[in-house]
């Protein structure tokens, strides 16, 4: 059985779901109008799978949506833990080379 993949997969799955469910189309719809499978649309709303930058741009197009309306928000903070943490800003402190330009 599949699990949400994350905060972020999950909070992106409900922006399709509702912007779907506010047109009153089905995920067989949507999945014809973007040309992503039917299966992969109910993951992505489910928040099971990481959508492809592709298919972010495909659903939202469908949608007549522009696609920062479907990621607007979302932050690294919303992903799984991850090994490093560091941002450019602490690496170029870190090296003492000044500021990025």
């Known amino acids: 059985m599949s699990s949400v993949r994350s905060e ?7 922006r399709v779901r509702d912007e779907r469910q506010r047109f009153a189309i ?11 499978h039917f299966t992969n649309i109910g993951r992505v709303e489910r928040g099971e799978s990481n959508p492809t930058f592709v298919t972010i741009l495909r659903i939202a197009d469908a949608l007549n949506l522009n696609p920062a309306v479907l990621v607007d928000g979302l932050t690294a903070d919303m992903l799984p ?20 330009s």
């Open 8 to 14: 972020a997969a999950r909070v992106l799955g409900e």
């Open 26 to 36: 089905s995920q067989w719809d949507l999945a014809e109008l973007s040309g992503v």
């Open 81 to 100: 833990d991850r090994a490093h943490r560091i941002t450019v800003a602490d690496l170029i402190r870190a090296r003492g080379t000044g500021t990025a």
